[in-house]
């Protein structure tokens, strides 16, 4: 049986880089555990703290107010023709909402190019604090899909390949509190394309996680805490036996204040292809190989028609 301590029915899991040396027991528990939670709920929170932790949240989210308070021109710029990399705000259906995505966010380039379209005189603290954030959440990814390639005996050459072809995209959120008559609905309810996604907030509550019950249970944050979560690519990855995570932003504390969010997407350059070791006689095949962009493109496709499950409507077999 299970120890670990539950927030709200998320189970919590301590990733602090200095408990954590590969093959320890200590390893092999929480390598364990990070299974089990995203194999019962797509997701789990992680803490992650170091010594850095709250500066780098308070950057963060100070960086986020501060691209958000660009002029929606600047902010609205094209600066990537692949699907679902521009910006996204001033929309009937999520008046609330506005998200913005920097590409290859934990690399120098891409925290610079980016930072360079948004303030062509520069903005060196929006690029540091960027980088730095964007560090410690891919290092959560890697480190999530280390454990679980290592609990399903996948061969070494899958993670290796991982780390050296994703491409990280890491989105700023905003979504503005309602006004007493306007709808609460942030965002409605969905699950991420990515492999695996990890989200981070500033004070205001409103991400909500639905459990395999079909209960929505509202996930809570710390300055170095974070939200991981199975995207459609995980689920199809492991054949099912990761859901991929149903989860919506509701705003409840009306006429309060602003909720600035931030999410780290992975996407597979190249074929995805589910591992033998996640197919047996009871559990074959359930996925063709695929293409993590193509499947991206195919949901843009589809914008009022959307299947009710897009990755088996797109590679299922
Ligand atoms: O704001 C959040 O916490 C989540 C945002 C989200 O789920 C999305 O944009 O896909
Ligand atoms: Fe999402």
Redesign the pocket.
């Known amino acids: 049986m299970s120890t670990q301590p539950i927030n709200n029915g998320i189970p919590v899991i301590d990733l602090s880089p200095n408990n954590l040396e590969p093959g320890t027991p200590t390893w092999v528990r929480t390598r364990e555990d990070v299974r089990r939670a995203m194999e019962e709920l797509g997701c789990f929170q992680a803490i992650y703290d170091t010594k850095a932790a709250e500066e780098i949240h308070i950057d963060i989210l100070a960086a986020a107010e501060e691209l958000f308070n660009l002029p929606v021109e600047t902010k609205s710029q094209k600066l990537s023709d692949k699907p679902y990399f521009g910006y996204f705000g001033q929309h009937p259906s999520f008046p609330l909402?506005e998200?913005l995505p920097v590409d290859h966010p934990a690399t120098v380039e891409g925290s610079r190019g980016f930072t360079d379209a948004m303030w062509p005189a520069g903005n060196l603290k929006f690029c540091q604090s960027n980088l730095a954030f964007s560090k410690v959440v891919v290092e959560i990814d890697q480190l999530a899909m280390k454990m679980l390639t290592e609990s399903y005996r996948i061969k070494d050459s899958f993670y290796d390949e991982y780390v050296k072809s994703t491409n990280y995209v890491l989105?700023y959120?905003k979504?503005k509190a309602p006004k007493e008559d306007e709808d609460n609905m942030?965002?409605a309810s969905?699950t991420?394309k990515s492999m695996v996604?990890v989200?981070?907030?500033n004070h205001v509550n409103?991400?909500q996680i639905r459990t395999k019950y079909g209960v929505w249970v509202d996930?809570d944050f710390s300055p170095s805490s974070f939200?991981v979560m199975a995207g459609d690519a995980l689920m199809a990855w492991s054949n099912d036996k990761i859901p991929s995570c149903f989860?919506?932003?509701i705003m409840k504390e009306t006429g309060r204040e602003t909720?600035y969010?931030?999410?780290l997407?992975s996407i597979v350059k190249g074929t995805l292809q589910t591992p033998q070791e996640m197919c047996d006689e009871s559990r074959p095949l359930l996925y063709k190989p695929f293409d993590q962009f193509e499947y991206l493109r195919f949901y843009e496709s589809k914008p009022d028609h959307k299947p009710e499950c897009p990755i088996k409507a797109y590679c299922g077999i």
């Open positions: 909402y998200s989105r959120f979504y942030g965002l969905h991420d996604s989200l981070h907030q409103g991400l996930a939200i989860h919506r932003v909720r969010s931030l999410g997407g």
